[in-house]
């Protein structure tokens, strides 16, 4: 098996792995990573909202929020588990549409 | 560590954006005249290898959580100026689809980890395996221990990035306007989350898949 197939097994493990992002964190207690407070969790600990961040966080709004389907967010672990996996398997296949996108623009012809 | 929108002001972040457009451009430059076709995939893989090892949280118990990069392992792989597109392309589709990372703030995000980090991690790594055998444990180390630095070095920035927003912008009743946390909260911070835990998860992620490669295929 050529390496580069082997490499690509192991983004796949890596993929159904994933979920351990989110059980994890929620088996430990853990709360939100340092400095990716959402404004409401700040306005808690901070005792206010920073003007600035509470109109630039609702720029955008993502189609997938952190990695689950929109109206998903109060689900159990196991679907957020399966959604976590199925943004995991789009995100990667947009990153490599892209990549192999900009990598036909910038490779030599052939080799 | 993906800054969100908010954190950083404006400026701020228009700033990285205009701080890394050349290193995007030498990039794109650079690897346009190094990178043969049979190559991409590997810069497919390592975007694909950084974007899911981004998505496994390491919580601290009690703590915070976050995350390893696995851009010196892709530096490693396609050298620092293909990595730094790898990574930042991995880095704008977590912030547009998934909200993980600010617009904003992606120049900013990519200076630290797509820039400064595989750039780190991979020169450091040069130098510690120089002249050591493709396959031996110390050329494998090397790589663990400039992604550790790498890793380390994007955090101490991060907390930069974050800490000097209070000093810099504060609304007109002088409250900070984006980021209230300053240096003397946000370095130590940073700094001690990920040199307690995720910069070792860094170095040892990349230690297991060199020597996993080392074995299959001398890198």
């Known amino acids: 098996m050529k390496t580069i197939t082997k490499l690509w097994i192991l983004v796949a493990m890596l993929v159904m792995l994933a979920p351990i992002g989110i059980i994890l964190p929620e088996l430990l207690k853990a709360k939100t990573a340092w400095g990716e407070w959402g404004p409401d969790e700040l306005k808690r600990s901070a005792g206010y909202i920073p003007r600035g961040l509470e109109k630039l966080s609702s720029l955008w709004h993502a189609p997938m929020p952190d990695y689950v389907f929109k109206g998903w967010e109060d689900k159990g672990l196991p679907d957020l588990s399966f959604a976590y996996i199925v943004s995991a398997i789009a995100g990667i296949g947009v990153t490599i549409l892209v990549v192999i996108g900009i990598g036909k623009f910038l490779a030599g012809k052939g080799d | ?76 792989l396609v050298g620092p100026w293909a990595a730094a597109i790898a990574i930042t392309v991995a880095l704008a589709v977590q912030a547009f689809l998934f909200g993980d990372g600010g617009i904003t703030a992606l120049g900013a995000n990519s200076f630290n980890m797509a820039f400064v980090l595989p750039f780190v991690g991979y020169y450091s790594y040069k130098l510690i395996s120089f002249k050591s055998a493709k396959d031996s444990v110390r050329r494998a180390s090397a790589g663990a ?70 074995r299959e295929d001398p890198l």
């Open chain 2, 1 to 76: 560590m993906h800054i969100p929108d908010g954190y950083l002001s404006p400026q701020t972040g228009g700033l990285f954006y205009i701080v890394m457009l050349p290193v995007w451009a030498a990039a794109a430059k650079i690897v346009k005249k190094t990178l043969a076709a049979r190559q991409v995939p590997y810069l497919a893989f390592g975007a694909a290898f950084v974007f899911v090892i981004m998505m496994f949280n390491v919580p601290m118990p009690g703590g915070t959580t976050g995350h390893a990069v696995g851009g010196t392992l892709v530096a490693i």
């Open chain 2, 145 to 214: 221990i400039g992604a550790f630095l790498g890793i380390t070095a994007a955090a101490l920035l991060a907390g930069i990035e974050f800490g000097i927003q209070p000093l810099l912008y504060r609304s007109d009743n002088g409250r900070p306007l984006y980021c209230p946390y300053g240096l003397e909260i946000a370095i130590p911070a940073m700094l001690f989350e990920h040199l307690i835990l995720f910069s070792w998860v860094e170095a040892v992620a990349t230690f297991l898949v060199i020597r996993y490669l080392q």
